[in-house]
């Protein structure tokens, strides 16, 4: 069991460390989050879905700014660990160890 869990943890490691290639990214991720770096924090009507989860592409800026299009991927590596850990202490507390397992599992 810890050694799936340590293959899965090294290929998302991995998988993040890869630069971007998803058409997601560069239509609407990248972009936005290229806008929010330069400083503004206004709609950017080229792209399209210009208001699509503006939260999580401003906290992307930072990393951004600081190692480029890789970087920002941290972000979304790092919501990934906390909602995982986040859905494990859930399930110790409702039943076992397992059960948190399995709920960040699924």
């Known amino acids: 069991q810890e050694?799936?869990?340590?293959?899965t943890l090294c290929l998302t490691v991995l998988a993040t460390l890869h630069p971007p290639s998803?058409?997601?990214?560069?239509?609407?991720?990248?972009?936005?989050?290229?806008?929010?770096?330069?400083?503004?924090?206004?709609?950017?009507?080229?792209v399209r879905m210009p208001v699509f989860a503006v939260l999580l592409h401003t906290l992307a800026a930072v990393p951004y700014?600081?190692?480029?299009?890789?970087?920002a991927q941290l972000v979304h590596l790092l919501t990934l660990a906390i909602t995982f850990?986040?859905?494990?202490?859930?399930?110790?507390?409702?039943?076992?160890?397992?059960?948190g397992w399995w709920m960040a599992a699924i």
């Open 22 to 46: 998803h058409f997601d990214s560069g239509m609407y991720h990248l972009p936005l989050v290229r806008h929010y770096a330069s400083g503004s924090i206004t709609p950017l009507e080229s």
């Open 3 to 7: 050694s799936i869990g340590g293959a």
């Open 65 to 71: 700014q600081l190692g480029g299009e890789t970087a």
């Open 85 to 99: 850990c986040l859905l494990v202490g859930v399930g110790e507390r409702l039943g076992s160890r397992i059960m």
